[in-house]
């Protein structure tokens, strides 16, 4: 596979669930990030990994647990969701040093 | 006031003819400024990056930068339907490792065969 991929696409959970979404990337990149997109709202940055440390965490609820296991793997660990917490989960990466970032086709989450 | 500002559109344009989409930064020392292009329920691609005041043009795409202004630009020449998506505007404030990018909410384009 080449880019940046995400598993699940889809994914239908319970606020009680733990899930877990996954992102790869195959570009050789040491950023890795997590956006949400939620409708009427820009994208909006949530975790930031550079080399494996986590760098930015934009005030993200705790419900919302980020793991960098190293530079090509990131999840996004989920539990006790809320309805709200539904929108379009993406993945990017970006290589040091040069900050364009490659999106991944996302994770479409709805929380019932 | 709001970091990266779009105008949401709809912006409704012939098939040939040019699309001229815009946006506004607030944080006066952003250094690099990007174009993305999302097409309904698919993930942003790069289409433009662009660091430097002026015109950077590639294919049938130009990108224009005015730091002065806090404004940069995106033009579309021969406009096809198949550019119909929304296009986000993002703005970094600096050219470090982070690439912690803003972005506006989009402008929807839609070009009409």
């Known amino acids: 596979e080449t880019g940046v991929t995400q598993t699940p696409r889809h994914l239908v959970m319970g606020m009680t669930n733990k899930k877990s979404l996954k992102c790869e990337q195959h570009?050789?990149?040491?950023?890795m990030y997590w956006y949400k997109q939620s409708a009427k709202k820009p994208l909006e940055l949530m975790f930031v990994?550079?080399?494996?440390?986590?760098?930015e965490n934009n005030s993200v609820p705790s419900r919302f647990s980020p793991e960098c296991p190293n530079s090509s793997h990131l999840f996004l660990h989920l539990h006790t969701l809320q309805p709200e917490d539904s929108a379009l989960y993406l993945c990017?990466?970006?290589?040091?040093?040069?900050?364009?970032?490659?999106f991944g086709p996302g994770t479409r989450l709805t929380v019932l | 006031q709001k970091e990266v500002e779009q105008n949401s559109g709809p912006l409704s344009v012939p098939e040939g003819a040019i699309a001229s989409l815009n946006c506004t930064y607030s944080?006066?020392?952003?250094?690099?400024f990007f174009w993305y292009r999302q097409y309904s329920g698919k993930s942003p691609e790069l289409i433009m990056s662009?660091?430097?005041?002026g015109d950077k043009e590639d294919g049938r795409f130009t990108a224009q930068l005015n730091k002065a202004s806090q404004y940069v630009s995106l033009l579309i020449r021969d406009s096809q339907p198949s550019d119909s998506a929304t296009y986000l505007c993002?703005?970094?404030?600096?050219?470090?490792?982070?690439?912690?990018?803003?972005f506006g909410k989009g402008t929807k384009l839609s070009v009409k065969p």
């Open positions: 990017a990466s970006s290589q040091g040093g040069v900050d364009t970032q490659y």
């Open positions: 570009l050789g990149h040491n950023a």
């Open positions: 993002a703005v970094n404030r600096g050219r470090g490792s982070q690439g912690n990018l803003i």
């Open positions: 944080d006066r020392g952003s250094q690099s």
């Open positions: 662009i660091y430097s005041n």
């Open positions: 990994y550079s080399l494996e440390e986590r760098v």
